[in-house]
């Protein structure tokens, strides 16, 4: 056996050539075709008479308007939630945006009840925040990795309704905890359970939407985590101001409870196993058969038909190495892990008195937690737009072909933004600034946040669809070795978190010694320099990255 080592042109070529005469000379598979070719989607028709050939290229189906290749290509079947009616797909969205709302609002709940946690419990805010908040903010992120192993076993809804379920009762148990040792075990609890839409959300996405639609829908279920803990911040920091903290929790537990009806009267399964041969079809109808999508029935039938518990369980591990995902996540998780910290701590700087704090009151304090919510509302409008464009920008510059590269474009406008609120946040905090430049600071800080990780996600999801394909050629034969892929949603999702959720433990004592310019300035300049670092690289050589996961750098002949 030789071993010859090849480029990235000679990979594609060789890939692209043995395919032709292999797939599409005889039948080539429409329904995985889009996983096999990761970051790089033929979307103009014409490009695809080109490339794939006529024969090939008049059996996809195209949108509505006949200007865009449809990828996943839906199947004939009814089942298919590609095909599914508008109205169907958004009320799945909503429900899974709720709940995505969830574990941060329910952590932000904590941030309205710090100082009246630490009365109640005879302690100091700082015991509080680094007790309950920082940890159950770390065990969001590890709830994400264990929800998105059961997924690929027993499918999407009935973990997200257990899950929930779980969750719905430990916020009962915060609501009713008689002692801080209780309360910090609910919390943690409740963040690690909670969290499973924020890592299977994504999937419930890719289910529903064909690809050139998928950025925008993603905007939303990001708006919904993105917004959530600024929400609590906001209601209850005003309501704790008039009455218990319990209540708050209350309210958080009934907001659970809804999230969960809903999800047992409307939420419906979306993984769909369309590249099973045949496509296997559901065994009961009726009430029966939504009991046992609900409760993992079904999904412990279908188990023969997906990946082993083996793989299920090493998934993320053996793909958080890839070095074009590697970096996109670190990027994130400082970025959105210091915007976390903000959020954690503005509480801190806001509520202390002077010299060092604004001396704010409860009412004063939830009133601010306005600030981001109109921020992450305006970066979800602006991005819809940012992504919409850029997407059909590349698309035309590449001759109808979209490499998912373009989507880090986005990042060239949240940057500038991310700096320029940062250090005015800084020097407000330092220099009690007017009230008005603190709000100007810290919305355009979230706004950025909220254009930077959904570029982030999109990117992610684009050059890592469900399988990567490796190539061997044995005697001018292709035999193509599946990798399983990473559930790019949980490791975003521990990136954030695990960014984020150390943040308070050195944010104020820095800013005590040395001022909230120089904490905020490093801060930015982190993400400046990784940001630049990283994402001009990852534009580069990207698509090379790509290829060695599509294709190894060897190609094998015998």
Same mark, same amino acid.
């Given at each position: 056996?030789?071993?010859?080592?090849?480029?990235?042109?000679?990979?594609?070529?060789?890939?692209?050539?043995?395919?032709?005469?292999?797939?599409?000379?005889?039948?080539?598979?429409?329904?995985?075709?889009?996983?096999?070719?990761?970051?790089?989607?033929?979307?103009?028709?014409?490009?695809?008479?080109?490339?794939?050939?006529?024969?090939?290229?008049?059996?996809?189906?195209?949108?509505?308007?006949?200007?865009?290749?449809?990828?996943?290509?839906?199947?004939?079947?009814?089942?298919?939630?590609?095909?599914?009616?508008?109205?169907?797909?958004?009320?799945?969205?909503?429900?899974?945006?709720?709940?995505?709302?969830?574990?941060?609002?329910?952590?932000?709940?904590?941030?309205?009840?710090?100082?009246?946690?630490?009365?109640?419990?005879?302690?100091?805010?700082?015991?509080?925040?680094?007790?309950?908040?920082?940890?159950?903010?770390?065990?969001?992120?590890?709830?994400?990795?264990?929800?998105?192993?059961?997924?690929?076993?027993?499918?999407?809804?009935?973990?997200?309704?257990?899950?929930?379920?779980?969750?719905?009762?430990?916020?009962?148990?915060?609501?009713?905890?008689?002692?801080?040792?209780?309360?910090?075990?609910?919390?943690?609890?409740?963040?690690?359970?909670?969290?499973?839409?924020?890592?299977?959300?994504?999937?419930?996405?890719?289910?529903?939407?064909?690809?050139?639609?998928?950025?925008?829908?993603?905007?939303?279920?990001?708006?919904?985590?993105?917004?959530?803990?600024?929400?609590?911040?906001?209601?209850?920091?005003?309501?704790?101001?008039?009455?218990?903290?319990?209540?708050?929790?209350?309210?958080?537990?009934?907001?659970?409870?809804?999230?969960?009806?809903?999800?047992?009267?409307?939420?419906?399964?979306?993984?769909?196993?369309?590249?099973?041969?045949?496509?296997?079809?559901?065994?009961?109808?009726?009430?029966?058969?939504?009991?046992?999508?609900?409760?993992?029935?079904?999904?412990?039938?279908?188990?023969?038909?997906?990946?082993?518990?083996?793989?299920?369980?090493?998934?993320?591990?053996?793909?958080?190495?890839?070095?074009?995902?590697?970096?996109?996540?670190?990027?994130?998780?400082?970025?959105?892990?210091?915007?976390?910290?903000?959020?954690?701590?503005?509480?801190?700087?806001?509520?202390?008195?002077?010299?060092?704090?604004?001396?704010?009151?409860?009412?004063? %304090?939830?009133?601010?937690?306005?600030?981001?919510?109109?921020?992450?509302?305006?970066?979800?409008?602006?991005?819809?737009?940012?992504?919409?464009?850029?997407?059909?920008?590349? %698309?035309?510059?590449?001759?109808?072909?979209?490499?998912?590269?373009?989507?880090?474009?986005?990042?060239?406008?949240?940057?500038?933004?991310?700096?320029?609120?940062?250090?005015?946040?800084?020097?407000?905090?330092?220099?009690?600034?007017?009230?008005?430049?603190?709000?100007?600071?810290?919305?355009?800080?979230?706004?950025?946040?909220?254009?930077?990780?959904?570029?982030?996600?999109?990117?992610?999801?684009?050059?890592?669809?469900?399988?990567?394909?490796?190539?061997?050629?044995?005697?001018?034969?292709?035999?193509?070795?599946?990798?399983?892929?990473?559930?790019?949603?949980?490791?975003?999702?521990?990136?954030?978190?695990?960014?984020?959720?150390?943040?308070?433990?050195?944010?104020?004592?820095?800013?005590?010694?040395?001022?909230?310019?120089?904490?905020?300035?490093?801060?930015?300049?982190?993400?400046?320099?990784?940001?630049?670092?990283?994402?001009?690289?990852?534009?580069?050589?990207?698509?090379?990255?790509?290829?060695?996961?599509?294709?190894?750098?060897?190609?094998?002949?015998?």
């Amino acid at each position: 056996m030789s071993l010859e080592k090849v480029n990235e042109k000679s990979i594609l070529d060789s890939v692209s050539n043995t395919r032709k005469g292999h797939e599409f000379g005889s039948e080539v598979d429409l329904f995985s075709f889009h996983e096999q070719r990761a970051g790089r989607l033929i979307i103009d028709p014409a490009e695809a008479k080109i490339e794939l050939g006529e024969e090939v290229a008049s059996k996809l189906k195209l949108s509505s308007d006949g200007t865009k290749v449809l990828w996943p290509q839906p199947t004939d079947s009814d089942l298919d939630p590609q095909n599914w009616s508008d109205r169907r797909k958004n009320t799945l969205l909503l429900i899974v945006t709720l709940a995505a709302i969830v574990p941060d609002f329910d952590s932000g709940i904590g941030i309205a009840c710090i100082f009246a946690l630490a009365k109640q419990y005879d302690t100091t805010p700082g015991v509080i925040n680094n007790l309950t908040q920082n940890w159950s903010i770390f065990l969001i992120g590890w709830g994400g990795i264990f929800a998105v192993m059961l997924v690929r076993r027993l499918g999407r809804l009935p973990v997200l309704f257990w899950s929930q379920v779980l969750a719905l009762g430990f916020c009962v148990g915060c609501t009713f905890a008689p002692n801080l040792k209780t309360f910090a075990a609910m919390r943690c609890l409740n963040g690690f359970f909670a969290t499973a839409p924020q890592a299977t959300g994504l999937y419930c996405v890719t289910d529903l939407y064909p690809f050139h639609l998928q950025a925008r829908k993603l905007n939303i279920w990001t708006m919904g985590f993105l917004v959530s803990p600024f929400l609590a911040a906001f209601a209850f920091g005003m309501l704790v101001s008039r009455t218990s903290w319990r209540w708050s929790y209350g309210i958080g537990s009934i907001y659970s409870a809804i999230v969960v009806l809903l999800i047992i009267l409307f939420m419906e399964e979306t993984m769909y196993d369309r590249t099973v041969k045949p496509i296997p079809v559901p065994t009961t109808t009726g009430l029966r058969r939504r009991f046992e999508d609900l409760v993992g029935i079904t999904g412990l039938k279908m188990q023969k038909f997906r990946v082993s518990w083996h793989d299920s369980v090493m998934s993320p591990f053996r793909i958080v190495w890839r070095p074009h995902l590697l970096m996109a996540l670190i990027f994130e998780a400082m970025l959105f892990g210091f915007s976390i910290g903000i959020n954690v701590t503005n509480v801190v700087f806001l509520g202390t008195p002077l010299p060092f704090g604004y001396g704010f009151d409860q009412l004063a %304090i939830g009133a601010s937690y306005a600030t981001p919510i109109v921020g992450v509302l305006l970066g979800e409008v602006a991005g819809r737009y940012a992504n919409d464009f850029i997407m059909n920008v590349s %698309i035309r510059r590449n001759n109808g072909v979209f490499e998912a590269e373009s989507r880090l474009w986005a990042c060239y406008i949240a940057i500038p933004l991310y700096i320029c609120g940062f250090v005015t946040l800084g020097v407000s905090l330092e220099k009690h600034l007017s009230v008005g430049a603190l709000i100007m600071g810290w919305g355009i800080a979230e706004f950025a946040v909220m254009i930077n990780t959904v570029a982030i996600y999109a990117y992610c999801n684009d050059a890592f669809p469900k399988h990567q394909v490796a190539t061997l050629l044995l005697q001018d034969k292709v035999i193509e070795l599946t990798e399983l892929q990473g559930e790019i949603s949980a490791l975003i999702n521990i990136a954030r978190t695990l960014g984020g959720f150390s943040v308070a433990y050195f944010q104020v004592p820095w800013a005590l010694k040395h001022g909230a310019i120089q904490t905020l300035g490093c801060e930015a300049a982190i993400v400046a320099g990784l940001f630049l670092l990283f994402v001009p690289l990852l534009q580069w050589k990207g698509s090379a990255l790509r290829v060695s996961a599509i294709a190894p750098n060897y190609i094998f002949t015998f």
